[in-house]
């Protein structure tokens, strides 16, 4: 089992770009969420889904869009790149006991 | 609103030292608590929860509802203890939203 994926490892992107990364999973776990992960600031969740078709906000979703139409799948869109966007991207699934599995992150750069 | 402190960005002992690393937390109710590691160049993973009050890689964490704080200790730290250590919360309500601390950057130093 792969668990969680993600693509790309590394992006860069230009002010104003759009790109959507990518988040899979094979635990067929129903709560999958985004995070951005920033030096000295944890962990802040973007957003967040309870299962297909159901998606919601975090702390810091201005910029970012979702979609849930798979239980597999989860990406993560970003609308029009700003350098303040500038991060690792981490996406996690859910098990039953409340534990998180993550992905191994999409580094981030908007010039 | 549900919420982590991790007062120490970053945490520095000697190997065979005992390392305590802090995390409290404020929620209403009754939370699930977690420890996450990350070890350079890999995903971050989970270490341990509260629930199952198990030791791992020779880590302890007892929740103190009273002192709303769930500390991580070790009694002898190693050099490959190294690592981001992430204190988290997961509500019962606001359908299970996790919140997590900043983090501290532990090293053990030879």
């Known amino acids: 089992n792969a668990g969680v994926t993600q693509t790309p490892k590394f992006q860069v992107l230009k002010t104003g770009q759009s790109m959507t990364l990518q988040c899979a999973q094979d635990?067929?776990?129903?709560?999958m969420s985004w995070y951005r992960q920033d030096p000295g600031m944890g962990l802040r969740l973007i957003h967040y889904?309870?299962?297909?078709?159901?998606?919601d906000q975090g702390e810091v979703p201005n910029g970012y869009n979702v979609s849930r139409s798979t239980t597999e799948d989860f990406p993560l869109r970003l609308l029009s790149a700003a350098p303040s966007q500038t991060s690792v991207y981490l996406c996690?699934?859910?098990?039953?006991?409340?534990?998180?599995?993550f992905g191994p992150g999409t580094r981030l750069t908007v010039l | 609103a549900q919420r982590v402190t991790q007062p120490e960005k970053l945490l520095s002992v000697f190997k065979g030292a005992p390392v305590e690393l802090k995390c409290n937390y404020s929620?209403?109710?009754?939370?699930?608590l977690f420890w996450y590691v990350q070890y350079s160049r890999q995903r971050l993973q989970l270490l341990l929860r509260?629930?199952s009050r198990e030791s791992i890689k020779g880590f302890t964490a007892d929740l103190n509802k009273g002192e709303t704080s769930f500390h991580l200790k070790k009694p002898f730290a190693q050099e490959e203890d190294s690592a981001m250590y992430y204190c988290a919360l997961s509500g019962r309500t606001n359908a299970g939203k996790s919140t997590f601390g900043d983090g501290t950057t532990l090293t053990v130093k030879p």
């Open positions: 889904s309870v299962g297909a078709g159901i998606t």
């Open positions: 509260h629930i």
């Open positions: 929620y209403s109710g009754s939370p699930e």
């Open positions: 996690a699934t859910r098990g039953r006991a409340g534990e998180q599995f």
């Open positions: 635990m067929n776990h129903e709560y």
